[in-house]
């Protein structure tokens, strides 16, 4: 099996952290083919900035997905998602959301846990997108900054072991899940010390997708995410434009 591991961001040391948390849990037959964002940003931390690297996501899938079973989007806002479902005919995971549906698996409420406000807006819409509002509790955010995304775990790991406490015993979240790429990874490091059962967004997508892959359910033919009708293009990549205008 081969699972697409597109980290919509722009940062290959993220990538890596990302590859190698997927890497972990996955059978051992099943390859991580993980690819970075050609275009766009750092780490994508805003609504706006989702928006603009979705076609990059949509043009990625398009160049892979004749050569993998299943792709997971691994930015935790799932920018590109529910396109990326309606025009592709393999499993196509976000992160959040398989977080969000492993997190009401191990219990009836979650937190979500991560590392900046400029996230929380972005992060909430994941949750009303997928109808979770209700089992949601809602974000637990550090008081601190930190001074880089590839040292975030080190600089804030003790504030978010905090604040996965004060989500269990303040907010009466089940699970807490740590949202952003950044903190791929740091949930088996301090998974003993916590009240409540954590979640890894990236290991947790790697599972989902391996099940569905293995599961078969067949394709969408119909309804809200049965590929569109052929349709011309004009100046799209190749790859997206043959998939657009059935060519492909």
């Known amino acids: 099996m081969k699972l697409l591991l597109l980290n919509p961001n ?7 952290l990302m590859a190698g948390a997927a890497q972990r849990v996955a059978s ?4 991580i083919v993980a690819t970075t964002a050609k275009i766009g940003f750092p780490y994508i931390s805003s609504r706006v900035e989702a928006e603009i690297i979705a076609s990059d996501i ?16 691994s930015a ?8 990326a479902r309606q025009l592709f005919d393999i499993p196509v995971i976000g992160v959040a959301e398989a977080a969000m549906l ?12 991560t590392f900046s406000d400029s996230l929380a807006d972005w992060f909430r819409d994941g949750v009303l997108r997928a109808g979770l509002e209700n089992r949601f509790t809602g974000i637990r955010l550090p008081s ?29 979240a089940d ?6 790429g950044p903190l791929a990874g740091l949930a088996t490091k301090i998974s003993g010390r916590l009240p409540i059962p954590v979640v890894d967004p990236v290991p947790a997508a790697v599972v989902q997708a391996e099940g569905l892959v293995r599961l078969n359910p067949g394709i969408a033919r119909a309804g809200g995410f049965a590929r569109p009708p052929a349709k011309d293009t004009l100046g799209l990549p190749d790859g997206l434009s043959r998939r657009i205008e059935h060519t492909d």
Do not use: W
């Open 10 to 16: 722009t940062t290959e040391s993220m990538t890596s």
């Open 28 to 31: 051992p037959r099943t390859k």
């Open 58 to 73: 949509l043009e990625t899938i398009a160049e892979h997905h004749t050569q993998v079973d299943a792709v997971i989007i």
């Open 76 to 83: 935790f806002g799932d920018p590109g998602l529910i396109g």
């Open 102 to 113: 492993t997190a009401c698996a191990l219990g009836q409420r979650f937190s979500i846990v």
């Open 144 to 172: 601190e900054r930190f001074q880089s995304i590839e040292t975030v775990q080190e600089e804030l790991s003790e504030s978010l072991v905090q604040l996965v406490e004060e989500a269990a015993y303040t907010d009466r």
């Open 175 to 180: 699970v807490a899940i740590l949202a952003g």
